[in-house]
């Protein structure tokens, strides 16, 4: 396998990357339904989300972090296009191509509308579940730009991050504390070219500051772990694969090397993982890797796509993780 070095800041070491090396294809998916006994004790544990085409539209499901148990949670005839875990695990938020709102309960499959005045993209949900940070599309603010606000889940105590008439504020994430928020900004260069840039600003958009790494024009589905690490897809090898900076900067490097499409990563709960989707099967499905790249698995199998991993929150994860990766 091939080493692959890069220099951490603050109290983050040098951590060795290694490129995949092995591929573990199972033939069949392990289909669960939503009335079997054991389903109250597994919303409990750790779960991976995720959008497959089910019966022509894009529906949610969710499975073992193994890949196994694979659920099916919703069924109305409208395409999900993101989603976002509550901070107990016991609740889904997720936005259709309509611009609607929806937190599902798991248990019970209750399905509640919220921000009904809003068509808002992108939420991400706080670790203490009172706020959520979300893309406001221009026509609620007739600016022409995206731009990223904060507020409690019945639309109140709004506030603006970031976002302003030269740039779009897309795709927030939450630090494990709630103190901070990673979002992309997306603007136009004087050469017409389109850049997309990492920040990171605490949650009432004071002090931000731009992650550094090496200069690159197209990355995009950022994810933060308890662990101050961003992993996100970036076209600079050629092929977009995933690739893994400090919050606080740092030399970027790569995970993947599938010379496919690879995106949407999501990280584990203990920074060990990493679950992202790609095209490099014969369909979109969703894949499973440890950031050391010693293992990687595909965990789906399904004759339909598959994308948008999201994992769900770990139990039992130090505090302390954050300290001095944040600037």
Known sequence: MKKINFN???????????????????????????????????????????????????????????????????????????????????????????????????????????????????????????????????????????????????????????????????????????DELVFRQCFMANNMQVYHDFWVSDKMGNNRQPILGESEMLKFDQAVSNHGMLAYSSARSGFFEIWIIPVAGGQPGQITEFNEYAGNPSWSGDGKSIAFDSDAGNSQQLYRIDVDGKKLQQLTHSNNPSRKPVWSHAVNVPNEVNSGTFP
């Open 8 to 178: 951490l800041i603050g109290s983050i070491l040098l951590i060795p990357i290694f490129l995949i090396s092995c591929y573990d294809f199972s033939d069949n998916d392990s289909i669960a339904t939503v009335n079997e006994d054991n389903h109250s004790e597994r919303i409990k544990k750790e779960n991976i989300a995720f959008l497959r085409l089910t019966d022509g539209f894009w529906q949610l499901w969710k499975m073992n972090i193994d890949g196994t148990n694979q659920l099916q949670l919703t069924h109305s005839p409208v395409d999900k296009v993101h989603m976002a875990w509550g901070p107990d695990n016991n609740e889904l938020l997720y936005h259709t191509n309509r611009g609607d709102t929806y937190i599902i309960k798991l248990e019970s499959g209750e399905e509640k509308r919220i921000l009904n005045e809003y068509k808002i993209i992108d939420a991400a949900w706080s670790p203490d579940g009172q706020t959520l940070a979300y893309g406001l599309s221009p026509e609620d603010l007739s600016s022409g730009k995206t731009s990223l606000w904060t507020s409690d889940l019945k639309g109140k105590n709004r506030n603006q991050v970031a976002g302003d008439d030269k740039s779009d504020a897309l795709a927030p994430m939450w630090s494990k504390s709630g």
